[in-house]
């Protein structure tokens, strides 16, 4: 009877080792990393700057257009804004989350936004240039909950 265990258990025993052998002798390969092909631009995509939504922001707004624009603020009950072509204007002191609507005075300008400031001191600056394309322009700059900054 021992020695049916015995080469029972052998049988066993080289069972066991011919499952893992592969995995022990087998060829080390390194992970690698596939390119990132999941990546898909659109306004869902925030943009490189962030800003502190627990502090005020000061929003510049840089009309190089050539053309008079108008803007205002989401909630706003103010009239909107006008700014003229080559003219800076903005919003200081802009409280947590908000739209920003940047719009011609008059006519059918597409427009194209470039944002850029510091995450520092919460000032963001929105470029507001003619679109290349007149039906691909955005007139709206969200400042989000969560300190990212959307354009659409």
């Not at 060829?27 to 939504?53: C, H, K, L, M, S």
């Not at 050539?66 to 909630?75: A, F, K, T, V």
Request: aromatic share 8%; with cysteine.
């Amino acid at each position: 009877m021992l020695t049916s265990f015995r080469s029972g258990l052998s049988v066993l025993s080289l069972v066991c080792l011919s499952a893992i052998a592969p995995a022990l002798f087998a060829p080390r390969v390194d992970a690698q990393d596939p390119p990132a092909e999941t990546f898909q631009p659109g306004p869902w995509q925030p943009e490189a700057i962030r800003f502190n939504p627990q502090k005020p922001v000061q929003l510049t707004i840089l009309n190089k257009t050539g053309s008079p624009l108008r803007y205002e603020r989401s909630g706003d009950l103010t009239e909107p804004r006008q700014l003229a072509a080559g003219g800076t204007g903005g919003l200081s002191e802009v409280d947590g989350p908000t739209y920003v609507f940047i719009y011609p005075e008059s006519g059918n300008l597409a427009l194209d936004f470039a944002i850029g400031g510091t995450d520092l001191d919460n000032k963001i600056t929105v470029t507001v240039t003619p679109a290349k394309d007149s039906s691909d322009g955005q007139n709206t700059v969200n400042l989000h909950q969560t300190g990212a900054v959307y354009i659409y």
